[in-house]
């Protein structure tokens, strides 16, 4: 091979490497630090709050095991708050559900609880009971869980209510899986910690573009005047990331990143769980608007370049015997996972996820773009019409 041919690869490895680390490094640094600064003005007290605590009503659509509901309903019923009320629409009239719920009325009078009929079998059955949940509500703020979640203390909340200021409609929150053994729900984690970093540091930057039903609240005004879900009825997921997205703006949507403000879901126990909520999402990511699937896209794009180039890089210096490139490529990849290790774990400790990602983060941070790609392709080639109303 030529030697001008030699010294063009390699100079543009050099370049390409150098370019990629910086923008990745420069896109860590503006979108997730966002989390830490915003923590760091709370220990400051930088951040203005509103004092007082309006009466709020709790909503959750629950289909599962009443085991669920035993386990987790308590923590909902027992918050250190004044006034608020617990709203379950189950998914049936009868059932263990419904007997323990029928159990449990008497001794906590703020809980509600009724059930979606039969004919609604061919529509959305979550995006239903939400709408019959907040019609039912007595209140104008909103706070909406799933019933195999636990809020992490019984202050969960105030800390959403001090986020009710004049000017906001909308607060998103942070929801955490349960610490558990494993390859595969440690990579389940780490996905659901990343993109959920995602939307709340957009979000801190005044560029909300989606949310998740586990952990937000919103105002019933929004709600109504909105026209609900009817934008997206025809979908059968969306009651919550196509909500917001259509809903949110860079003035009426805040954050609450306090520890004690986080729900814990239960492990996935199937894979047919994750594999569901992960098409599901595909299904309505493709309805976003605005730039934020380009600057998400992005990333991952210059992410995986930035692999390529290095593992090239590596390649080129062994064959070429050149020293410098493989010493300069595995530094910029020592470099950026140290970055990034720093800045994910920070965050994590700051919003109360207790996952921690160091040795592990390489493979998780190769992985996670592919996993995602896996999902795409999945939607791709999936029946359309099962993510449609019937």
């Known amino acids: 091979m030529e030697a001008s041919v030699i010294e063009i690869v390699t100079k543009t490895l050099f370049i390409g490497i150098g370019v990629l680390l910086f923008i990745q490094i420069l896109y860590h640094l503006i979108i997730y630090i966002s989390i830490i600064r915003h923590q760091g003005r709370n220990h400051k007290g930088k951040n203005s709050y509103s004092d007082e605590q309006p009466p709020l009503s709790i909503i959750i659509y629950h289909n599962g095991e009443a085991e669920e509901l035993e386990q987790h309903l308590p923590s909902l019923l027992t918050q250190d708050y004044p006034q608020y009320e617990v709203i379950v629409i189950t998914d049936h009239k009868i059932g263990e559900s419904v007997d323990y719920l029928k159990r449990i009325k008497a001794t906590y009078p703020h809980l509600y609880y009724s059930y979606l009929p039969e004919s609604s079998k061919w529509i959305s059955r979550k995006k239903l009971a939400i709408t019959l949940g907040i019609r039912a509500s007595k209140y104008e703020w909103l706070i909406f869980t799933e019933s195999f979640c636990k809020p992490q203390s019984n202050h969960w909340l105030a800390l959403f209510a001090r986020n009710f200021t004049p000017t906001t409609q909308i607060v998103l929150g942070y929801s955490a899986f ?5 390859w595969k729900q440690r990579c389940i984690c780490f996905d659901n910690y990343f993109r959920s970093l995602r939307y709340l ?19 019933k005004e929004l709600f109504t005047v909105d026209k609900g879900f009817g934008k997206h009825l025809d979908l059968l997921r969306g009651d919550d990331d196509l909500f917001i997205n259509q809903v949110a703006n860079r003035k009426n949507t805040r954050v609450v990143t306090d520890n004690e403000a986080l729900v814990v879901m239960e492990p996935v126990k199937l894979k047919k769980f994750w594999r569901e909520e992960r098409l599901g999402y595909e299904s309505t990511s493709r309805h976003f608007k605005g730039i934020h699937r380009h600057l998400l896209g992005f990333e991952t794009l210059t992410r995986f370049l930035f692999f390529l180039f290095v593992i090239g890089g590596i390649a080129w210096g062994i064959i070429q015997l050149h020293i410098p490139l493989i010493i300069i490529a595995s530094l910029c990849l020592i470099i950026r996972f140290t970055s990034l290790a720093f800045i994910l774990n920070k965050s994590a400790k700051n919003i109360g996820e207790k996952n921690r990602y160091y040795f592990t983060l390489p493979l998780l941070d190769v992985l996670q773009p592919l996993h995602s790609l896996k999902w795409k392709l999945a939607y791709l080639f999936s029946d359309k019409s099962d993510y449609k109303r019937r």
């Open 178 to 182: 349960q610490k558990a053994k494993g």
């Open 201 to 219: 540091s957009f979000a801190l930057l005044r560029l909300p573009y989606m949310g998740i039903g586990r952990n937000m609240a919103y105002r």
